[in-house]
């Protein structure tokens, strides 16, 4: 069907626009062309009169004096009767005295001295300018030419036209003119016309194609050729329309695509519907529960539509997906309570069952409205089909980690329990001593009581490093370390204790390495720790050293003994808190427990600073662990 809309008001504003624009070029062009065309008659006019001018200076010769002043004004009286076109001629002596002129009499005249075109042709030949004249009151153009030479002018002949004239003989070609632009105003308009209406009917069926699609009409479709912009706003009306048909196959889409989520998923799903029917069940549920997987991209597998008692074998699992209503064996009646039963929710921590260990999963389960499913009865009568959402999150490392702390408490009040006791044993033992005559008994637990508060201050200096090092490493901010002076600074504070077990101290720094960007509390607090340990298990004549080697970006730290060593079975758990080798790696005799957190707060003061720690040891020949810090 060919559409034929109304004029609007788009095509009104385009066709003035366009009648506008063009009377604007037309009226301009018409008055540029006057203004020259008047240019051009009056310079011809005045070349017209010079010519004139010049004709009467050869005629004249050397009678242009004051002794013929009679016979010059005769003349020119004559040949302005002669003039057809209204031409005013004038004689001048070199003086400025007039003595002849077409029009007025000369004994009334003033001088001429002073006049423009005088004075010009007395001075270059001929001279002209345009003036009102007071003489013959109008406005002339006048052309003077000058008789004889220039050193000595006899006086110049003077022609002058009316300005008013000269307008009248350019009236004719002004009226054809304005009749020409009249003309082509008339096809202007008409022009203006026929684009607007070019322009503005393509629009209009734009417009009136895309009401119809508005109104739900998808048989409506533009149909314009090439490649302009009208074009391409129909295409781009058409691919409009193509998408608004494809709605529904979009919504489909949308729908596989929550399929494809719930398949890859790392959380199981299970829906129940309000008669306890599995109605979706993606496979990380299956997964999670041992039960066959259906076919790729399917999220109900085999189990669709069956009741959850037969396909969930877990008691907890069944219970979360029952409704309500079913586990009570009662519907709820009031508004109220259907409203309770539509918001709660359940939380559980379930243990399924596995080959190596058992799956810890965090059930959460709750009440869901689905769509009304022909033939599926709702859960009670007046209610919409209420279902049950179950998601299954696996928390098997969590549980991990909250086991790890819990061993974590349990043995630093052990360990925390066990100076404590001694401490308070000893304490109430010099108590209820004589200390005049059991003094040196007295010294010992008192001896006693300072070697376990010790150990008992230790252990707790440790466990608050360890805690800032694990709730904040970011709070060490790295900084330019003077590596030179840093080991200078470690060599004084261990010299003591070295020389005490007779020790040699060995150093071994890079010469190119001057500084380094790293926390030098947490460098400190490694090497510390390790020095320590160092020191404490290497027998009296052994060796305890530091070094410092640059590889790649990177900058190593040795910290490296020749004392007892780590039996290979147990240098994998010198990491943990609280474990310690057992005493007879204590070398030289030592019997000074450690707190069993240095390895570990090394361990953990290394990954603050994004380094590794790798430990080598031979028993008895020593160990060496290596830092490996990036730089940059």
Same mark, same amino acid.
């Given at each position: 069907?060919?559409?034929?809309?109304?004029?609007?008001?788009?095509?009104?504003?385009?066709?003035?626009?366009?009648?506008?624009?063009?009377?604007?070029?037309?009226?301009?062009?018409?008055?540029?062309?006057?203004?020259?065309?008047?240019?051009?008659?009056?310079?011809?006019?005045?070349?017209?009169?010079?010519?004139?001018?010049?004709?009467?200076?050869?005629?004249?010769?050397?009678?242009?004096?004051?002794?013929?002043?009679?016979?010059?004004?005769?003349?020119?009286?004559?040949?302005?009767?002669?003039?057809?076109?209204?031409?005013?001629?004038?004689?001048?002596?070199?003086?400025?005295?007039?003595?002849?002129?077409?029009?007025?009499?000369?004994?009334?005249?003033?001088?001429?001295?002073?006049?423009?075109?005088?004075?010009?042709?007395?001075?270059?030949?001929?001279?002209?300018?345009?003036?009102?004249?007071?003489?013959?009151?109008?406005?002339?153009?006048?052309?003077?030419?000058?008789?004889?030479?220039?050193?000595?002018?006899?006086?110049?002949?003077?022609?002058?036209?009316?300005?008013?004239?000269?307008?009248?003989?350019?009236?004719?070609?002004?009226?054809?003119?304005?009749?020409?632009?009249?003309?082509?105003?008339?096809?202007?308009?008409?022009?203006?016309?026929?684009?607007?209406?070019?322009?503005?009917?393509?629009?209009?069926?734009?417009?009136?194609?895309?009401?119809?699609?508005?109104?739900?009409?998808?048989?409506?479709?533009?149909?314009?050729?090439?490649?302009?912009?009208?074009?391409?706003?129909?295409?781009?009306?058409?691919?409009?329309?193509?998408?608004?048909?494809?709605?529904?196959?979009?919504?489909?889409?949308?729908?596989?695509?929550?399929?494809?989520?719930?398949?890859?998923?790392?959380?199981?799903?299970?829906?129940?519907?309000?008669?306890?029917?599995?109605?979706?069940?993606?496979?990380?549920?299956?997964?999670?529960?041992?039960?066959?997987?259906?076919?790729?991209?399917?999220?109900?597998?085999?189990?669709?539509?069956?009741?959850?008692?037969?396909?969930?074998?877990?008691?907890?699992?069944?219970?979360?997906?029952?409704?309500?209503?079913?586990?009570?064996?009662?519907?709820?009646?009031?508004?109220?309570?259907?409203?309770?039963?539509?918001?709660?929710?359940?939380?559980?921590?379930?243990?399924?069952?596995?080959?190596?260990?058992?799956?810890?999963?965090?059930?959460?389960?709750?009440?869901?409205?689905?769509?009304?499913?022909?033939?599926?009865?709702?859960?009670?009568?007046?209610?919409?089909?209420?279902?049950?959402?179950?998601?299954?999150?696996?928390?098997?490392?969590?549980?991990?980690?909250?086991?790890?702390?819990?061993?974590?408490?349990?043995?630093?009040?052990?360990?925390?329990?066990?100076?404590?006791?001694?401490?308070?044993?000893?304490?109430?033992?010099?108590?209820?001593?004589?200390?005049?005559?059991? %003094?040196?008994?007295?010294?010992?637990?008192?001896?006693?009581?300072?070697?376990?508060?010790?150990?008992?201050?230790?252990?707790?200096?440790?466990?608050?490093?360890?805690?800032?090092?694990?709730?904040?490493?970011?709070?060490?901010?790295?900084?330019?370390?003077?590596?030179?002076?840093?080991?200078?600074?470690?060599?004084?504070?261990?010299?003591?204790?070295?020389?005490?077990?007779?020790?040699?101290?060995?150093?071994?720094?890079?010469?190119?390495?001057?500084?380094?960007?790293?926390?030098?509390?947490?460098?400190?607090?490694?090497?510390?720790?390790?020095?320590?340990?160092?020191?404490?298990?290497?027998?009296?004549?052994?060796?305890?050293?530091?070094?410092?080697?640059?590889?790649?970006?990177?900058?190593?730290?040795?910290?490296?003994?020749?004392?007892?060593?780590?039996?290979?079975?147990?240098?994998?758990?010198?990491?943990?808190?609280?474990?310690?080798?057992?005493?007879?790696?204590?070398? %030289? %005799?030592?019997?000074?427990?450690?707190?069993?957190?240095?390895?570990?707060?090394?361990?953990?003061?290394?990954?603050?600073?994004?380094?590794?720690?790798?430990?080598?040891?031979?028993?008895?020949?020593?160990?060496?662990?290596?830092?490996?810090?990036?730089?940059?």
């Amino acid at each position: 069907m060919r559409l034929r809309p109304k004029p609007g008001r788009f095509f009104w504003k385009l066709f003035s626009g366009n009648v506008l624009l063009l009377a604007l070029v037309l009226a301009v062009s018409v008055w540029l062309l006057l203004r020259e065309f008047g240019r051009f008659h009056r310079l011809e006019l005045r070349d017209h009169l010079r010519t004139q001018a010049s004709t009467l200076c050869t005629i004249l010769g050397d009678r242009l004096d004051a002794q013929n002043a009679a016979e010059l004004d005769d003349l020119a009286k004559r040949l302005g009767t002669r003039a057809t076109e209204g031409t005013r001629v004038t004689f001048v002596l070199a003086d400025g005295t007039v003595v002849g002129d077409s029009e007025a009499d000369v004994a009334k005249m003033e001088s001429h001295a002073d006049r423009v075109e005088i004075r010009e042709a007395l001075r270059n030949g001929w001279g002209y300018s345009t003036r009102w004249s007071h003489t013959v009151s109008r406005e002339l153009l006048y052309v003077a030419v000058r008789v004889g030479p220039s050193d000595a002018p006899r006086g110049t002949v003077r022609v002058s036209m009316a300005v008013r004239r000269i307008g009248e003989r350019t009236n004719s070609m002004r009226h054809l003119v304005w009749m020409i632009a009249g003309v082509v105003l008339l096809a202007a308009v008409a022009l203006a016309l026929g684009l607007a209406r070019i322009w503005s009917l393509p629009l209009r069926r734009i417009t009136v194609i895309a009401r119809r699609l508005a109104r739900g009409d998808m048989s409506a479709r533009a149909r314009f050729g090439g490649s302009d912009e009208l074009a391409v706003l129909a295409q781009s009306l058409n691919q409009m329309r193509d998408h608004l048909g494809h709605q529904l196959s979009t919504i489909e889409g949308q729908r596989e695509t929550l399929a494809v989520m719930l398949l890859q998923l790392q959380e199981g799903v299970i829906v129940s519907d309000g008669r306890g029917r599995i109605v979706m069940l993606n496979p990380q549920a299956a997964r999670f529960l041992r039960l066959p997987e259906g076919p790729q991209g399917d999220v109900a597998g085999p189990f669709e539509g069956k009741p959850v008692e037969e396909c969930v074998r877990n008691h907890d699992v069944q219970q979360m997906l029952l409704p309500r209503a079913a586990r009570r064996g009662a519907v709820p009646a009031t508004a109220q309570e259907r409203d309770s039963v539509a918001h709660a929710v359940e939380e559980a921590r379930i243990e399924l069952p596995r080959e190596n260990a058992p799956l810890s999963v965090l059930a959460r389960s709750t009440n869901i409205v689905l769509p009304p499913i022909a033939g599926s009865p709702a859960s009670f009568p007046g209610s919409e089909n209420v279902g049950r959402l179950l998601v299954l999150t696996d928390i098997s490392d969590l549980t991990k980690t909250i086991q790890m702390k819990t061993d974590f408490v349990a043995n630093a009040s052990h360990e925390l329990r066990t100076p404590l006791s001694a401490i308070r044993a000893s304490v109430e033992t010099v108590m209820a001593m004589d200390l005049e005559s059991e %003094g040196g008994e007295a010294k010992r637990f008192i001896e006693m009581i300072d070697r376990h508060s010790g150990r008992l201050d230790a252990m707790v200096a440790d466990l608050l490093n360890l805690s800032r090092l694990e709730s904040a490493p970011e709070s060490y901010e790295p900084g330019p370390l003077d590596v030179a002076a840093w080991v200078t600074r470690l060599s004084e504070q261990w010299a003591e204790p070295i020389a005490a077990r007779n020790l040699t101290w060995n150093v071994g720094v890079d010469e190119q390495i001057r500084s380094i960007q790293i926390s030098e509390q947490l460098l400190t607090l490694v090497v510390n720790n390790l020095l320590e340990n160092a020191i404490k298990f290497t027998p009296s004549g052994g060796h305890v050293g530091i070094a410092i080697r640059r590889e790649g970006s990177s900058v190593v730290v040795f910290v490296t003994d020749t004392g007892c060593g780590i039996p290979a079975e147990e240098q994998e758990r010198v990491f943990e808190r609280f474990y310690q080798v057992e005493r007879s790696r204590g070398g %030289g %005799g030592s019997e000074v427990r450690g707190t069993g957190l240095g390895l570990s707060i090394a361990r953990h003061a290394v990954a603050a600073m994004n380094g590794e720690m790798q430990l080598t040891s031979e028993l008895g020949r020593g160990t060496t662990i290596r830092i490996h810090l990036p730089q940059g």
